[in-house]
């Protein structure tokens, strides 16, 4: 069996090809990946040149690329990650995120008609149901909550969810969606809340928290997002929508004070920084369908993930020093107003 990944050079997609590779070592794993800002091939280092991987820098919204990839490797399967994924980028430059998100998503889909492929699976975030009020903590995102999305990144996801269910419904195509909540692990470019306040607070700089840091959001340990996809794959219905989450809600703040305590820096290194634009307030998944169907349950807990999570950081200076020292540099600049 033949899985085309896309955006295996990011967080999410890299971890799932190794997930693949140890647990199915007859799967061949291609890899198309553009190398956008998020992409770095150094994450693949261990599985290039081994035997069943192939790595190919493409772009999911090039037509002529992807049909020649489709064409060449006629994938059993199709697994997208390939996304722009941070909300902050997506506030001050929508335009990308529509194109790569739904356009890009959209040539996927058809490449996979034109070759008859067996199993579209496109990887969602929780993001497309909006938010949740803070005082209500009995209600949790269903599959059948309304998708009411609020930033340029949720829009376009909750956009290319429809076009794949379209896809499913008007030509036949077997899909099925995942919508995950947050993940954390290794290998999640820094710009993001956990990697970012803890390569920060190693480097004894300040932890910019939004607001007052209260915003809560549901984590999952980015193995067991791996092994939900999995599965889905395997035994998921076609056409169907999979919540995948952590019953694990967190208070921003919280998440920065247990990592300054790991790593025995002071609070002091906090500074509150103006909230996002429209920020989310919470989400929390309700991951009951797919517990009951296919019997996923989350394995790691998160005290145990997040200690193994910020000592990876610890551990591999070498692969976030690397970013930093590129493209996001100027991007932190332009965005907290001091060099990183
Ligand atoms: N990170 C999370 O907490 C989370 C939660 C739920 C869902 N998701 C979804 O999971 C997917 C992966 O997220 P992630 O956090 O790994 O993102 P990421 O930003 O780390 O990785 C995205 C990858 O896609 C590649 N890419 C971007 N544009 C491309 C294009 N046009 N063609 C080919 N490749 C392209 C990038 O180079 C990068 O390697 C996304 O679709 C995201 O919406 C993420």
Redesign the pocket.
């Known amino acids: 069996m033949t899985v085309l990944v896309?955006?295996?050079?990011?967080?999410?997609?890299s971890n799932f090809i190794f997930h693949m590779l140890q647990e199915h070592p007859d799967c061949r794993i291609v890899c198309?990946?553009?190398?956008?800002y998020?992409?770095?091939l150094s994450t693949l280092d261990s599985v290039m040149g081994r035997d069943g991987f192939r790595f190919i820098k493409?772009?999911?919204?090039s037509k002529e690329a992807m049909e020649k990839v489709f064409s060449e490797e006629k994938p059993d399967a199709v697994v997208?990650?390939?996304?722009?994924?941070?909300v902050d980028r997506s506030i001050e430059n929508p335009s990308i995120f529509l194109e790569?998100?739904i356009i890009?998503t959209q040539v996927l889909l058809d490449a996979a008609l034109r070759h008859g492929t067996a199993r579209f699976h496109q990887?969602?975030?929780?993001e497309v149901y909006g938010d949740l009020p803070f005082d209500r903590p009995d209600l949790l995102f269903t599959e059948d909550t309304p998708l009411h999305t609020s930033s340029p990144y949720s829009a376009s996801?909750a956009s290319a969810d429809l076009v794949v269910l379209a896809y499913h419904r008007t030509y036949g195509l077997p899909a099925t969606i995942s919508r995950?909540?947050?993940?954390y692990g290794p290998y999640?470019?820094p710009e993001?809340l956990i990697p970012l306040m803890t390569i920060n607070a190693l480097s004894d700089r300040h932890l910019p928290v939004y607001g007052e840091g209260l915003n809560v959001r549901d984590w999952l340990y980015v193995e067991d997002?791996c092994k939900a996809i999995d599965l889905i794959l395997q035994k998921g219905r076609i056409g169907e929508v999979y919540n995948v989450g952590g019953h694990n809600e967190m208070r921003n703040i919280d998440i920065v004070l247990l990592i300054l305590s790991h790593l025995g820096k002071p609070e002091s290194l906090i500074e509150f920084v103006q909230d996002r634009k429209g920020h989310d307030r919470r989400y929390a998944i309700d991951p009951t369908k797919i517990h009951d169907e296919l019997g996923w349950l989350p394995e790691t807990r998160f005290a145990d993930g997040i200690v193994k999570t910020i000592d990876w950081y610890v551990e591999n200076r070498r692969w976030w020093q690397e970013i930093i020292s590129g493209e996001y540099r100027s991007y932190y600049r332009h965005r907290y107003g001091e060099t990183i």
């Open positions: 896309t955006g295996g050079a990011g967080f999410i997609g198309v990946d553009a190398l956008t998020a992409g770095n493409a772009d999911i919204r997208n990650f390939a996304a722009e994924s941070h790569t998100n890009g990887v969602s975030t929780d996801k995950c909540s947050n993940n999640q470019f993001k997002h």
